[in-house]
């Protein structure tokens, strides 16, 4: 099982982060100071730090510069509010494999994590998401449906990987924009129904069904819609 440490003293921050890791096959540990994530990161036990800069009792660029200074290889991706390019290049040349800004989206997060860890020696990489007859291509953001493949758009394939990796389970508007857009949304947004939209026209209407005031369920083989609840209808 990969493992990932998050180094963040915001805890919802971490914990949006860990939710989101744990449901992509992801086993996580976090830590809420620069000392600790010395510690841990530098243990060999993870294949993989999220690092956040301002940390109490050690920041950072410390803690980045210590894990190289021991030889410690572990993937770097460090995840900060600092948007300047001084403290990128500082970062970068420290040491960091990869630089992102918060607010963030998640998916985005994802797939860097995903692309460090199959540049890792020994780390085994994950594979694409399938669920029934739909595989999502990682690498080509596309969706391979009844042999047929279909391009999609970023937010299209971020949403589609969060119903295909939760088959047959409901997921809330709000889960939904957490995942796709980031831990910082607008609850009452309804870009989560035309998004939805948009995949109900590319994958099939009748995989994605709809629970009153409720959410989305995704079913990856049509023939699994006689099985589903009662209550669920197809989205509108």
Known sequence: MTRILIADDEPR???FI??????AGFTTSAVED???ALDYGSSGEFDLLILDIGMPRMDGFAVLSALRALNCTVPVIVLTARDSLQDTLAALDGGADDYMTKPFRFEELLSRIRLRLRDKPGVQGVPDPTSGDVTLDVDLRSA???GRTVPLSAREFAMARAFVEN???LLSREQLLSRVWGYDFDGSSNVVDVYVGYLRNKLGPERFLAVRGAGYRFV???AALSQSSAGSHPAR
């Open 13 to 15: 921050i971490a914990s």
């Open 34 to 36: 620069g000392i600790r």
């Open 220 to 222: 990856a083989a049509p």
């Open 167 to 169: 088959e047959g389970r």
């Open 144 to 146: 391979k449906v009844l």
């Open 18 to 23: 860990a939710k989101g890791l744990t449901a």
